[in-house]
């Protein structure tokens, strides 16, 4: 008889332990702030009701509620990070969801904002230009006109046609292409601003691997396409016309901007593109500055150099 009575006796000084400890929680549980005014706002939760969902409500009480105790979005203590429970009634049975945290919402905004901005070789410098502060003066008046109707028009819209920045060294052209896409970027459209020395580079080292055609299909298809220093690097017939004409080929069969910039105005510049390895090739020249002047307009900027400043 005796083992039994005194495990009997350990069991229920366990279970008067247990039964401590429960009322202990419980208790806990019901104090908190949160929790109460929940119970607050529904009268009809009996303590049966209470009870039955404890486990419900100690995973509330446990958790950040709306980033309330974490710093940030990184610092979540969430059992699942990012996502903020809420407690609701539905039949009579107290319910525990999970949303996301405003902290989580603002961080997938501010990714999804990164990613409309795709950059090949381009100075930190210029991807944090702002429209705010590009000092404006007499020589740019002109171009930042022009990029502000582009702008303004863009609420509504993409426009179909970008512009030709043309001027020399150091007035600010590729700044103000940096600015654009920042504004462009508020606005949710996508922006694929690339340096063209690289880009020739970059193209015909993908030549012969698969990237090639997904490259390209790339830079026809991005909202905007921003082509930065267009001129001297194209000595390549084969560059000109299957990869710079096709792209732009596209883009203005679809109705897609394009902003340049370039030391060259389009005369020069059709001089530079007709003169190749293969000898000086004057309509195929031609037929690029025709697509152009399909998707975008040609505004001349001047100005002092802007880089001894
Ligand atoms: P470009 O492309 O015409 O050769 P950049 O855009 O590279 O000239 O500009 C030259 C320098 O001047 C850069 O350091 C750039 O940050 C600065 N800059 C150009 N335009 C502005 C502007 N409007 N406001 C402030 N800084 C500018
Ligand atoms: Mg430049």
Not at 11 to 33: A, C, G, H, Q, V
Not at 118 to 133: F, G, N, R, T
């Amino acid at each position: 008889m005796k083992p039994i009575q005194s495990e009997l006796k350990a069991w229920m000084d366990k279970n008067e332990n247990f039964k401590t400890n429960y009322t202990r929680i419980k208790k806990e549980i019901l104090s908190d702030p949160s929790i109460q005014s929940f119970l607050h706002e529904h009268p009809e939760l009996t303590d049966h009701d209470i009870e039955k969902h404890l486990m419900r409500l100690y995973e509330y009480k446990s958790q950040s509620k709306q980033c309330d105790r974490c710093a940030s979005y990184g610092e979540c203590q969430n059992m699942i990070p990012g996502y903020s429970p809420v407690l609701s009634m539905d039949k009579n049975e107290i319910r525990l969801s999970y949303e996301k945290c405003h902290s989580r919402i603002q961080a997938e905004e501010q990714e999804a904002q990164q990613k409309l901005l795709q950059s090949l070789y381009m100075p930190k410098e210029i991807l944090e230009a702002k429209m705010s502060e590009v000092i404006q003066d007499k020589s740019r008046i002109s171009a930042i006109g022009e990029i502000l109707s582009f702008l303004e028009e863009a609420k509504t819209g993409l426009p179909k046609k970008g512009l030709y920045l043309h001027g020399s060294f150091g007035v600010g052209k590729t700044y103000l292409l940096g600015a654009v896409a920042n504004e462009l970027k508020k606005r949710n459209y996508s922006t694929t601003l690339i340096y063209m020395p690289e880009f020739v580079r970059e193209i015909k080292g993908s030549f012969k691997d698969d990237s090639f055609n997904q490259k390209i299909d790339f830079f026809k298809k991005a909202d905007v396409l921003m082509l930065d220093d267009i001129g001297a690097e194209l000595q390549s017939a084969w560059f000109r016309d299957e990869v710079l004409g096709s792209v732009l080929q596209y883009r203005m069969m679809e109705g897609l901007p394009v902003f340049f910039s370039s030391n060259f105005d389009l005369n020069e510049l059709e001089k530079e593109l007709a003169s190749t390895r293969n000898g000086v090739e004057e309509v195929k020249a031609g037929r690029i500055i025709e697509r152009i002047k399909q998707v975008s307009k040609v505004v001349k900027m001047s100005g002092e150099n802007r880089r001894d400043e």
